[in-house]
């Protein structure tokens, strides 16, 4: 028995996803799959533009046999918080055989020499990467400033082929970036799970209009925004255009979505929340929460103050070293109250539980597997969880869970905010919601 891991958002799913897991399967010749996906909010500091039950749905449709959610508190991290949490998870199951990720590149004698040489950061890397820091520019962009510098003065074990330049264009997209952390977080957890490559098809991850049947989430969400905009608020139909990126089983999930008021949420979709408890806030407040340093807490403040929406928040906080991707990270955590304290403390341990989403009827056999095998308690009603980890009677394990779960059932007691319904706004769906399943 094969069983093949995918960490997704699907933010919605679309034809590039579809394509992505059929060649992932036909390469690896897997019989199960088993997504870690995002829930409410995503990694790129924005909500899902569906809720994650919907996009679970998705997935089902699409042939993935088991969802679990990556918690809040790796789901809305940078790229290594994210891929450590989403890797962790898949180890800690232990019936994972493969990793498979989209990236712009199918190249693992590229991608592994550069995951294992950020395994390892020798020292002239680390200084390196203080002095490039220092130039004002986000993380991000000096760490592969670093790691391009570094192999043009000592050389980097493997890439003997490869030019400073031509691994300094590798290292500008994002997927490529995800696919090196995923890779790194294997080595670093010596785990088993061999990593696949998949090249993207179609548009690029930066693409704003949809061009073909294979588009970007980022043209498609952009598309749905257009489309339901005023005069067109009450639109209940999306325009052909949309309907050619998403396959058929898909599309009719994120339409009754969208038509039954469910979305499309935005963060702007939370701006007097967001406005209210930045207001609220102290300077110390403010500094305590993940993500903040460097007295950034003044311009998040000063700016909370003097505008009214959340593109002009965003515009007035962001610099070249703090990007708007940063800066929007920063503002759900703030949502969330998340402070730097509790992030340090699950970055130490991952991911403590694996809550299911949803399964189907193929995937419920693999549940069995995951309870015998699982180093990490698979949780399917969180209330009959909470009750057991309390009975447990280890305060330190019960403190570091409930703590974690905390922040996940928040985040959907926040999200459902953004509905258009005033019913579709109550709280505690965690507790509530049934797990999806596709019984064909």
């Not at 597997?369 to 330190?396: A, F």
Request: proline share 4%; charged share 25%; glycine share 6%.
């Amino acid at each position: 028995m094969k069983i093949l891991g995918i960490i997704v958002e699907y933010n919605p799913l679309h034809n590039g996803h579809l394509y992505h897991l059929f060649k992932a399967k036909e390469i690896t010749g897997a019989d199960y799959v088993v997504a870690v996906m995002s829930g409410n909010f995503l990694q790129r500091g924005e909500p899902a533009i569906i809720n994650k039950w919907a996009r679970t749905k998705m997935a089902l449709n699409a042939g993935v046999d088991l969802i679990i959610e990556l918690p809040f508190v790796f789901s809305t991290q940078d790229a290594n918080g994210f891929s450590f949490g989403a890797v962790k998870l898949f180890d800690s199951l232990q019936i994972i055989d493969y990793l498979c990720f989209g990236c712009e590149t199918d190249n693992l004698n590229t991608l592994c020499p550069i995951s294992n040489f950020l395994h390892i950061e020798p020292q002239e890397y680390k200084e390196l990467i203080v002095y490039n820091c220092k130039s004002g520019y986000e993380f991000p962009k000096a760490r592969s400033q670093t790691i391009c510098d570094y192999h043009r003065i000592f050389g980097i074990d493997g890439l003997e082929k490869i030019s400073p330049l031509a691994l300094s264009k590798l290292l500008k997209y994002p997927n490529n970036i995800l696919a090196l952390e995923y890779i790194k977080h294997l080595l670093n957890l010596k785990s088993k799970i061999k990593p696949i490559a998949i090249k993207r098809m179609g548009a690029s991850y930066h693409q704003k209009n949809i061009k073909g049947k294979i588009s970007s989430a980022t043209s498609i969400r952009d598309e749905i925004l257009n489309n339901l905009s005023p005069p067109k608020a009450d639109l209940f139909m999306l325009n052909d255009k949309i309907k050619s990126t998403i396959p058929p089983s898909g599309f009719s999930v994120l339409e009754r979505e969208l038509r039954e008021g469910r979305g499309p949420i935005t963060l702007d979709s939370y701006r007097q929340y967001i406005l209210a408890t930045l207001r609220r806030m102290s300077l110390d407040d403010i500094s305590r929460i993940h993500g903040v340093t460097e007295g950034l807490e003044n311009r998040i403040k000063k700016a909370s103050l003097k505008f009214y929406t959340v593109e002009q928040l965003i515009n007035s906080i962001k610099t070249r070293r703090y990007t708007r991707t940063k800066i929007q990270r920063i503002i759900l955590h703030i949502m969330m109250n998340l402070s730097k304290k509790d992030v340090k403390r699950f970055n130490r341990c991952g991911p403590l539980y694996a809550r299911v989403l949803g399964f189907s009827k193929k995937g419920k056999t693999l549940l069995r597997t995951i309870k015998k095998n699982s180093s990490t308690p698979l949780v399917s009603k969180l209330s009959n969880y909470l009750r057991q980890i309390i009975s447990e009677g280890n305060i330190n394990v019960q403190n570091r869970l409930i703590k974690m779960l905390e922040y996940d059932i928040l985040a959907t007691d926040i999200y459902v905010l953004g509905n258009k319904k005033a019913e579709d706004r109550v709280a505690r769906l965690d507790f509530t919601h049934k797990i999806v399943m596709r019984e064909d």
